[in-house]
C-alpha cells in the first residue's frame, strides 16, 4: 500500500500525535552534531516537551560525513515518528525539535555560521566515541589523526567536531558573542572534562590563544544519557507508515526507558530539560561510571559472544540461560564492586531493569551494531573496570571473556569460518596483527593487547590479565562461544 509522505499538513490527521506547539515560532537555540538515531530518539524528544513552554530551544542537526538524513527529513519538514517498544506494544508520537538538518561536507561555512549565531547556546554532539579523534587511554587528541592533520591546514572548512567547534567559538569571539556550551553526549569518561581537553589541544596545535579562552570561558558539562535505539529497519518503516497513514522516511525505535543526568555547569542559559524526565546533578560521575560499566561494558559483551554464537540481536542473546547468567554474574560480582555509593543511584534495580531491557524482544538491536568501533570503547566500557579489580586484587575472570570475545571477533572470522564485517576505525591494524598471530589464542591475545592506543602499557604486562584473557580467548577459539560460557559457568561453580 502506498501512504503520503508525513510532513506539516499531516498535522490535522495526525492531532494525537502531533507536537504540542506551533512549529513556525520556534527559533533554534541549539545545533546538534551528529543527529544520528540516539539523538533523535533521545535529547531531541526531551527538547521536543520544553518547545511547548519555551520556543527558544529549536535544534538545527548537523551531520558531519553523510547527507542520508537530511535527505530523508527535509521532504517531512524535520518531522518524524518515534516509537516506543516493548513487550506490551508499541506507542507512537511525532517529533518536531528538529528545525533543520545541515550536511557538513557539503557547505563547511554553512555549518559554522549556524554554530556562530547569536540565538544558539548550546552545541550538543553525539558522534561516537571515534568522532573526537582522542586517544582513548590517554583522552588527548591524536594528532596525527588524519582530520586533524586536514583540520590544521584548514581551520575553516574542518572535518572533525572538534574543528567545527572550534571554528564557531573563533567566529563568535570574533563578533564579540558570548561563547556557547558543549554539551558531549557520547560514552567518552568524565565525557564534558574530555572533550573540553581535545578542544585544548586542538586550539593549541593551531598556535592560536583559543586555548586559553576556551580553558577559561566555555562550559561542557558532563552528561550521561541512557536509551536504547536500534537502527531503524524498512520492516519498522513499514510497520510504521502502516500504523500513522503517512510514510516515514526514517523513524526511530526506541524503548520505553530514557534517562538523561546532566552536570549543572552552563555558563549561559538552557532549556528546562528537568521537566521532561532529565536530572541536573553537581556530579554525574557516580551515574555515568554505573552506566558505563553496567550497561556499556554488559553490551559490548553480550554483542560480541552473541554474534559468535549466532546470535542477530541482544534479544536473542539473553534467551540463552548461559548468557543471562554470564551477564547477571557479570554485573554484580565483578563490575558493582567497583562502583562507588551515589545518592539516587540504587546498584541492585539498576541491575534487574537493564536485564529486563535487554531481554526486551519487541527491540531488534543488533550484535553487529553493537560490536563496531570496539577499538574506542573497550577502553571505557571494560579495561577501566578491569584495572580496579587487578588493583584490589580481584578475579576478572567475566571481564576477560568479554575481551576475548572481542578479540575473537576481530579476527574476521567467527566460529564457523564465516567471515566478519568488522568496523572499527583501527580495522586495519588489528586485521594485519590477528592474520600475522593466527589463531593460536596465546599469539593472538599478546599481538592485540600490543595496541598501546586500546591497552596502554600497563595491562600487557599485568600476568593475572594476560592469564585471564588467554585462557577465556582458546575457549572461544578451540570450543567456540556457547561452550567458552559453559566452561566460565563451571569454573566459577568450582570456586
Not at 19 to 31: C, E, F, L, S, W
Not at 283 to 294: C, G, Q, S
Amino acid at each position: 500500500m502506498t501512504f503520503p509522505r508525513l510532513g506539516s499538513g499531516a498535522a490535522g490527521t495526525l492531532a494525537a500525535l502531533w507536537p504540542r506547539y506551533d512549529r513556525t515560532k520556534i527559533k533554534t537555540g541549539i545545533v546538534h552534531l551528529g543527529v544520528g538515531a540516539f539523538h533523535r530518539a533521545h535529547q531531541a524528544v526531551y527538547t521536543d516537551g520544553v518547545l511547548a513552554r519555551d520556543p527558544r530551544w529549536g535544534i538545527a542537526g548537523a551531520s558531519l560525513r553523510a547527507a542520508d538524513t537530511r535527505d530523508a527529513l527535509q521532504p517531512q519538514d524535520g518531522l518524524y515518528a518515534l516509537s516506543l517498544r516493548d513487550g506490551q506494544g508499541e506507542t507512537l508520537r511525532i517529533i518536531g525539535a528538529l528545525r533543520e538538518v545541515l550536511v557538513a561536507p557539503e557547505a563547511p561555512a554553512a555549518l559554522i555560521a549556524a554554530m556562530a549565531a547569536p540565538d544558539v547556546r548550546i552545541v550538543s554532539l553525539t558522534v561516537t566515541e571515534k568522532g573526537y579523534c582522542h586517544d582513548p587511554a590517554s583522552g588527548r587528541l591524536r594528532a596525527d589523526h588524519p582530520d586533524v592533520i586536514h583540520d590544521l591546514a584548514h581551520p575553516n572548512a574542518p572535518r572533525s567536531a572538534p574543528g567545527y567547534i572550534l571554528a564557531a567559538l573563533r567566529a563568535r569571539r570574533a563578533a564579540g558573542l558570548r561563547p556557547f556550551s558543549v554539551l558531549c553526549c557520547d560514552n567518552l569518561p568524565a565525557n564534558g572534562h574530555t572533550v573540553h581537553q581535545v578542544l585544548q589541544d586542538l586550539a593549541e596545535l593551531q598556535g592560536s590563544d583559543l586555548a586559553s579562552f576556551i580553558r577559561g570561558e566555555v562550559a561542557c558539562p558532563s552528561t550521561m544519557v541512557d536509551r536504547i535505539v536500534p537502527a531503524t529497519t524498512d520492516e519498522d518503516r513499514a510497520r510504521i507508515a502502516g500504523l500513522l497513514g503517512y510514510e516515514d522516511a526514517w523513524p526511530v525505535v526506541s524503548e520505553p526507558f530514557s534517562q538523561w543526568v546532566i552536570e549543572d555547569q552552563f555558563r549561559a542559559d538552557r532549556p528546562d530539560w528537568a521537566a521532561e524526565g532529565a536530572e541536573f546533578v553537581a556530579d554525574v560521575a557516580p551515574f555515568e561510571l554505573a552506566k558505563l560499566r553496567l550497561l556499556n561494558g554488559s553490551h559490548s559483551s553480550l554483542a560480541y559472544l552473541g554474534y559468535l554464537s549466532g546470535d542477530e540481536t541482544v534479544a536473542e542473546a539473553m534467551t540463552r540461560p548461559d548468557m543471562a547468567s554470564f551477564v547477571a554474574h557479570l554485573m554484580e560480582h565483578e563490575v558493582s564492586p567497583t562502583l562507588p555509593a551515589a545518592a539516587g543511584l540504587d546498584l541492585a534495580s539498576y541491575r534487574r531493569a537493564l536485564q529486563m531491557r535487554f531481554a526486551n524482544p519487541a527491540l531488534r538491536h543488533r550484535t553487529w551494531q553493537i560490536a563496531m568501533d570496539g577499538s574506542q570503547k573497550l577502553p571505557q566500557r571494560l579495561l577501566g573496570t578491569i584495572r580496579d579489580r587487578l588493583a584490589a586484587g580481584a578475579p576478572i575472570a567475566a571481564l576477560a571473556l568479554g575481551v576475548a570475545a572481542w578479540m575473537a571477533y576481530v579476527t574476521g572470522i567467527d566460529g564457523q569460518g564465516k567471515a566478519i564485517d568488522v568496523r572499527d576505525p583501527l580495522r586495519d591494524e588489528l586485521r594485519r596483527r590477528t592474520d600475522a598471530a593466527g589463531r593460536e589464542a596465546a599469539r593472538l591475545a599478546q599481538a592485540l593487547v600490543g595496541v598501546e592506543a586500546i591497552f596502554g602499557t600497563d595491562l600487557p604486562q599485568n600476568k593475572q590479565f594476560m592469564t585471564a584473557v588467554t585462557a577465556a580467548l582458546e575457549q572461544i577459539l578451540q570450543q567456540g562461544a556457547p561452550s567458552a560460557l559453559a566452561w566460565f559457568h563451571a569454573c566459577q561453580a568450582r570456586l
